[in-house]
């Protein structure tokens, strides 16, 4: 039954499931490097020098 209503829909399925599988794993790895961001800076391996969020967002500013 599923079968015959994927086949009235005129949609490649291969293509479609591929798709969604390359759109899954982006998402995995983007979640797994998110992890690992978050692991790396509760564990202070990044520092930000003094003074530079705030000349960050004047430079920003400053560009609009």
Do not use: C, H, Q, T
Request: no cysteine; aromatic share 6%; hydrophobic share 35%.
């Amino acid at each position: 039954e599923l079968k015959e209503e994927m086949g009235s829909v005129g949609i490649n399925w291969s293509e479609y499931i591929r798709e969604a599988i390359r759109k899954k794993i982006e998402l995995e790895r983007r979640r797994e490097a998110a992890k690992d961001l978050l692991r790396d800076l509760a564990e202070r391996r990044y520092g930000v020098s003094p003074g530079f969020v705030n000349e960050a967002l004047r430079e920003l500013r400053a560009g609009r």
